[in-house]
């Protein structure tokens, strides 16, 4: 909200909570609890009035925010969690709100079967609502703080240890992960059991890029420089040395500084000097490793130990340092969020996340624990205190050698991508991309269903560049005629994009039901002509095909379509009063897919009639098949 902008939602549960208190029916409904759904609505509906409700915003707020930002902790309560918005309906009607509340009420009762399967499912919950749901299977009592305090400070310590928090998991080489720790690496992060393909340069790029950190060279300047000198008795540089060491590196002195933690950046690297194991604390004086004198080159092992022993130590430690003796930093979870944003990044792959959504991940994860009550107050003192929580993550990363930032995507690099993979592989199958002359047909076309466009295109070119043309499409299509809907449709996608060479292979799949219409779809536009108005000579598309062809989108695209997209789909597909024409040939198709989207479109489709007459040919296909 803009800052001088009327809050039209809290000025509507300010209303609500006069009117409950005024009306005569007592079950008028909970102040509070509207005004929490009337901030979802404000925060996540993108709507300036909560007047402005439009088609689809209520199947958003509860669909997608509810299970999200409210917790439930079984199924017998979920319906609880729409009461509120109930009242609120009813508040707006019986005021005068809206013109006409019934539009949304019937939008509701349609939404509500589909409610409780979307509040339970762990995938649609947010870190907070997951926290609470582990406390409550944990057996911890929410309204004792105590107890929440002492579950919090456990997590914390499970998620230093196990989810990227010890830099020995980056700096062993081994599987240092449990069965049992696998899948509490899965949950945590909700992550399926496979995720997409990658493609990680070879471990001699790896390590000419990790040779490279800005932060390992000012690490060695200042390991190579403390070797024999004298330490504090908790591993410190004594405060005599202070302003020497901080002037090797060209770091700022505060006035009246009087230790090392006085100095935030040199403490930092003073840290990570150590936890890098280029120098060693554990006696009076600092005693520099062998392996500094050769840094940056050396063994490509050692290399890569050292920086993942770095990455490791800013994900798992960094953030704490910064607030070791500030009561701020027991109240917040400075291990687990960091650690989930180098997940989320590595899942966001070459599409990154804006910067604004980092800070909102990381603000969010970090106060999970707190209170609603506290979490503005608590961050805000952070803040204060030491900085944008991903700011501070993200610039340290940066000097690694870990993210980088283009506009304001944030990504992670070849190196991290790297280290996280190294770090997850033993708990979800990450399969690595074969070189481009190695990789199958079939290979590139999995990939292409996970892929982004970006990621999908350099994929093709490289594979292209070390095959002829018109074979790679051959291989396609070989793809294709022994693949299910989704992946026919990726590799017929990229055959086509080979373009004018891949013309032979077109024709050679004229002949296959499955693939005749993608084949006169391909020739017809490498001719430039237009398959529906001037189609070349005996390729024109045919109303069977157009069945096939259907079925094979709806199909694919089943879980991420409604209705509206279903009937949009259709009504290019054929002319008005000719879907039971279609119908009649979708029913008898030797596509299966073309059989089964006849299910797809009976249920969903918003055409009573049309909806009817696909049932009507489903059931013939499935007579037909048995």
């Known amino acids: 909200m803009v800052s001088g902008t009327p809050d039209l939602f809290a000025a509507m549960a300010d209303d609500f909570a006069v009117w409950a208190k005024e009306t005569a029916d007592a079950a008028a409904g909970d102040p509070d609890g509207v005004r929490l759904v009337l901030e979802l609505m404000r925060d996540y509906l993108g709507i300036a009035d909560p007047r402005d409700l439009g088609p689809g915003d209520l199947r958003t707020l509860l669909l997608s925010v509810f299970p999200r930002k409210i917790t439930v902790f079984d199924r017998e309560g979920v319906f609880e969690a729409t009461q509120d918005v109930h009242d ?65 400070a456990s997590y914390n310590s499970r998620s230093q240890r196990h989810l990227l928090g010890d830099p020995d998991l980056f700096s062993d080489g081994g599987d240092l992960l449990d069965s049992d720790s696998h899948a509490t690496v899965r949950e945590a992060y909700g992550l399926p ?40 008795p908790d591993g410190d540089l004594v405060p005599a040395d202070l302003a020497a060491a901080a002037g090797l590196l060209e770091i700022d002195v505060p006035p009246g500084a009087a230790t090392i933690d006085d100095v935030p950046e040199l403490l930092q690297i003073w840290h990570l000097a150590c936890c890098a194991l280029f120098v060693c604390n554990d006696g009076d004086r600092a005693e520099v490793d062998e392996t500094v004198d050769e840094w940056p080159g050396g063994d490509e092992d050692e290399v890569m130990d050292a920086w993942a022993a770095a990455f490791g130590h800013l994900i798992g430690h960094s953030l704490p340092i910064d607030g070791q003796d500030d009561d701020l930093a027991m109240d917040l979870g400075l291990v687990a969020a960091p650690a989930s944003l180098a997940i989320a990044l590595f ?13 909102s991940l990381m603000n969010e994860l970090a106060t999970a624990g707190l209170a609603p009550a506290d979490v503005a107050k608590t961050l805000a003192a952070w803040t204060r205190a030491h900085g944008e929580l991903a700011d501070i993550l993200l610039d340290r990363l940066s000097q690694l050698g870990a993210v980088e930032t283009e506009g ?111 084949a006169k779809l391909a020739l017809n536009q490498i001719a430039g002509r237009d398959p529906a108005v001037d189609p070349l000579p005996g390729l024109r598309i045919e109303l069977g095909e157009v069945a096939s062809m259907l079925g094979d989108t709806l199909v694919a695209m089943s879980e991420a379509i409604d209705g509206k997209e279903i009937a949009e789909m259709l009504s290019r597909a054929v002319p008005p009063g000719e879907e039971e024409r279609l119908f009649e040939l979708m029913w008898r198709s ?33 007579s037909r098949a048995s």
């Open 408 to 518: 304001e995507a944030v990504r992670l690099t070849p190196l991290a991508l790297w280290q996280v993979y190294q770090e997850l592989s033993g708990s979800v199958e990450i399969p690595l991309l074969p070189l481009p002359e190695e990789m199958t047909a079939a290979e590139l076309v999995d990939f292409g269903t996970d892929a982004s466009e970006d990621e999908l295109a350099r994929e093709l070119g490289e594979w292209l560049a070390v095959r002829p043309a018109t074979d790679a499409a051959r291989e396609l299509l070989v793809v294709a005629t022994q693949a299910g809907p989704a992946l026919r449709m990726m590799s017929t996608s990229l055959a086509t994009a080979i373009g004018v060479v891949a013309e032979p292979a077109w024709r050679e799949v004229l002949g296959d039901p499955a693939l005749s219409a993608y």
């Open 88 to 152: 609120l309906l009813r508040f707006m009607a019986e005021t005068g709100q809206v013109s006409s509340v019934a539009r949304l009420e019937r939008e509701l009762s349609e939404i509500l079967p589909d409610f409780p399967d979307a509040m339970m499912n762990p995938a649609n919950w947010g870190m907070a609502r997951s926290f609470m749901q582990e406390m409550d299977s944990d057996g911890v009592d929410i309204n004792d703080q105590g107890a929440v305090d002492q579950w919090i």
């Open 347 to 359: 899942l966001a792959r070459d599409q990154g996340i804006p910067l604004g959504g980092c800070r």
């Open 193 to 232: 059991d496979r995720l997409p393909a990658l493609r990680l340069p070879g471990q001699a790029e790896l390590a000419s890029a990790a040779r490279e950190s800005r932060l390992l060279s000012r690490v060695r300047a200042l390991a190579v420089w403390a070797d024999g000198r004298e330490l504090t």
């Open 590 to 622: 030797p596509n299966l897919a073309a059989r089964q989207s006849l299910e797809l479109l009976g249920r969903h489709h918003p055409d009573k009639k049309i909806a009817k007459a696909a049932r009507k040919a489903a059931f013939k296909a499935r």
